[in-house]
């Protein structure tokens, strides 16, 4: 019992690094949070289910990454070209979303793959749990080793460069607004193509999946950030991954050994999310008192 819980939970970590890889764009590398996400990644869950119901488990993957893209230049879109706030042109994103999430579900809130065959069903050498472990694995390392890389280019450079000095990037004659709409699209894709991994995983999707999603996300990044520290890109991108797998660890641990009733889930995870949030502050306090009790005159 103890083993599949932990089996359980780094399955599920590894399928939400992706997510907190897309989230480690916006939050880190542009310093935007990106509402977007609760919706992109429903809307990623929403377009894998629905193909995948369609007897197509395996193009339903790159049609929830370009869904997501889709989603997340709409974002970029309003931001930089229509001058809307950060934060509310994600909230318009989102909220429209929705709609075409019951859409692309059929004007159902939920769809039921049980009896489709899935990406995790079509390797006859794999039985189900192995592939449940491998697939979400290599699926991370493919992601990890793209962002990597892409950022390493010139255009990732520029989009790094965005996010610490929009102002002196534009004074270099480079496109802001498009270095913006890409990373936004970048992002979105992968948080999208984490829940079209999720709807094959879990066997369904449901149009609230999204909610908290971006807190979660949040948590992974910080939590990860905690043990990593912040060197590099590419060791904030690896620290992402690292942060979503731990989560879970917390998440399997507290529910398993909590004296609270399983209703009280969100609650728990509610302080997890909390407590991994407040790390940076909390250090910080710590090093201010240390300070103190070593100097204490000054």
Known sequence: ??????????????????????????????????????????????VS?????AGHPLLALPASIIAGAAAGSITGFLQTRLMIHPILSGIITMSGLYSVNLLVLGGASNLSLVRTSTLFKLFPFMDKQTAMTVIPAIAVVICLILVILFFRTHIGMCIRAVGDNADMVRASSINVDLCKILAFAISNALIAFSGALIAQYQGYADI?????????????????????GRK???????????????????????????PLPAYMLKLVSAVIVALALALPAMRLHMDVYRQKRRNPDA
């Open 208 to 228: 609230s999946s999204g909610t908290g999603i971006l807190v979660i996300g949040l948590a992974s990044v910080i939590i990860g950030e905690a043990i990593l």
């Open 49 to 53: 289910a629905a193909v995948t119901a």
């Open 1 to 46: 019992m103890v083993l599949k819980l932990l089996v359980g939970s780094l399955q599920l970590g590894l399928l939400y690094g992706i997510l907190a890889l897309g989230i480690y764009i916006s939050f880190r590398i542009l310093s935007t949070p990106d509402l977007t996400t609760e919706g992109s990644f429903a809307f990623g869950l929403s």
């Open 232 to 258: 590099s890109v590419a060791v904030g991108f690896v620290s992402a991954i690292v942060g979503s797998v731990l989560y879970r660890y917390m998440i399997a641990l507290a529910t398993r050994y909590s």
